[in-house]
Each structure stands twice: as structure tokens, then as C-alpha cells.
Antibody, heavy 126, light 110 residues
Framework: QITLKESGPTLVKPTQTLTLTCTFS??????????VGWIRQPPGQALEWLAV???????RYNPSLNNRLTITKDSSKGQVVLTMTNMDPVDTATYFC??????????????????WGRGTLVTVSS | QSVLTQAPSASGTPGQRVTISCSGS????????INWYQRLPGAAPKLLIY???QRPSGVPDRLSGSKSGTSASLAISGLQSEDEAEYFC???????????FGGGTKLTVL
């Protein structure tokens, strides 16, 4: 059974760097096919994808936030870490991590988030 | 403003069939599969439909998904009180090079 849990500070000040940890179990993130991503949801707004990291350490970032994000993994610890620099009050949101897997539509492979954590609320305020 | 458009609310009575829609464009729904999630307050989002119309194990067959052109739908038949939740759609956008989500539809069972 795959589980994920987010952890990190609940309050950060503007301009600070946010560091969030996703602790997972039920998969290793070192076996082909495992991927973990981060998604956030500001209060009253839609979800926004942030980043994903693949089993072979390839990384993809949302272009709108690319220069602020870094995603890393420690498969031996069962953790994925996301850092976001220069935090602003508009970054106040619930941050989720999620496992990603793949399926086939005809001959085309596609990816989708299948199991999510419950999320952690991060407030940016001085 | 969301890249994928959903009505903010929907409602139905027990036993009724309701449909929740998700509208996009040629760069997202029009060229990629759609996935649907349910979110209860304080809980982790739950995958309901992947690959347009595939149900994960454990999801009842009274839930179904479909896609046509740049729009997709989630249908819930035999509505139950436990279906009262928020539902959102998700897919990849080839132009934005990003996963995109709908704003969510809050379903109320009257």
C-alpha cells in the first residue's frame, strides 16, 4: 500500500526559503516507473502543479515557478524534498505530494497522480 | 483562473444521476487523457478515474468518465450522501508544459 505524508513549517516569513519533506512508503523511487510530484492549492483557488522527480533522478518543474523550485530525493530514506525560494504571501497554500504512475492509451504512455498525501498548510506572513 | 473550467457547484438528490463537466482546449484535454479526483475536507485527494474512463480498483462502477474533443465528464449514478465532496479534473498541457487542474466542483446531495 502506497502512502505519502507531507511535513514542514506551517509559517514562513516573506523572502524566506520553504523546505518541505514528503515521506513515502510502499514504493522505493529507485525502481523504473516510480515518480513523486508536488502540487499546491492556495485557499479558494485551483490546484497548481509544482514539480516531479523520476526514479532515474530526472526532474521537471512548472515553468511559471522554475527558477524558485528544487526537488530532490533520498530513496534510501523514502523521502522527497521540495525547496521554494523567496516566499511571498501569495504562496500561502496547502502543499501536497503525490505518487505518479503510468498507463497506456493505445500505444501511447501517459502519467497520472494516483495516490496523494493529505497535504500541509503553509502560511507566508511576517 | 484555472486552465480547465469546471462549474463551481452541482447538486442532486439520492438515487439521481449527476454529471460534472471539465472544459479545456486542444493543448490539454484535446490531446491528453483526463483524470478525475474526489476530495473530502481534510482528506487526501482520491483518484476516481484515470485515462479518460478507467476506474481504479475499489471505485464503484456507478462512477464513469468520458471525453469528447476538448471536454470531459464525470458521471455519478445512484447518488449517495457519501458522494458529497469536491471533484476536480486534471491533465497535461502541451503548451504550458505543465500538469493543469480544474477549479473543482462541489457536489451537494440534497
Amino acid at each position: 500500500q502506497i502512502t505519502l505524508k507531507e511535513s514542514g513549517p506551517t509559517l514562513v516569513k516573506p523572502t524566506q526559503t520553504l523546505t518541505l519533506t514528503c515521506t513515502f512508503s510502499g514504493f522505493s523511487l529507485s525502481i523504473p516507473g516510480d515518480v513523486v510530484g508536488w502540487i499546491r492549492q492556495p485557499p479558494g483557488q485551483a490546484l497548481e502543479w509544482l514539480a516531479v522527480i523520476y526514479w532515474h533522478d530526472d526532474k521537471r518543474y512548472n515553468p511559471s515557478l522554475n527558477n524558485r523550485l528544487t526537488i530532490t530525493k533520498d530513496s534510501s530514506k523514502g523521502q522527497v524534498v521540495l525547496t521554494m525560494t523567496n516566499m511571498d504571501p501569495v504562496d500561502t497554500a496547502t502543499y501536497f505530494c503525490a505518487h505518479m504512475t503510468w498507463g497506456y492509451s493505445g500505444y501511447d504512455r501517459y502519467w497520472y497522480f494516483d495516490v496523494w498525501g493529505r497535504g500541509t498548510l503553509v502560511t507566508v506572513s511576517s | 483562473q484555472s486552465v480547465l473550467t469546471q462549474a463551481p457547484s452541482a447538486s442532486g438528490t439520492p438515487g439521481q444521476r449527476v454529471t460534472i463537466s471539465c472544459s479545456g482546449s486542444s493543448s490539454n484535454i484535446g490531446s491528453n487523457v483526463i483524470n478525475w479526483y474526489q476530495r473530502l475536507p481534510g482528506a487526501a485527494p482520491k483518484l476516481l478515474i484515470y485515462g479518460n474512463d478507467q476506474r481504479p480498483s475499489g471505485v464503484p462502477d456507478r462512477l464513469s468518465g468520458s471525453k469528447s474533443g476538448t471536454s470531459a465528464s464525470l458521471a455519478i449514478s445512484g447518488l449517495q450522501s457519501e458522494d458529497e465532496a469536491e471533484y476536480f479534473c486534471a491533465t497535461w498541457d502541451d503548451s504550458l508544459n505543465a500538469w493543469v487542474f480544474g477549479g473543482g466542483t462541489k457536489l451537494t446531495v440534497l
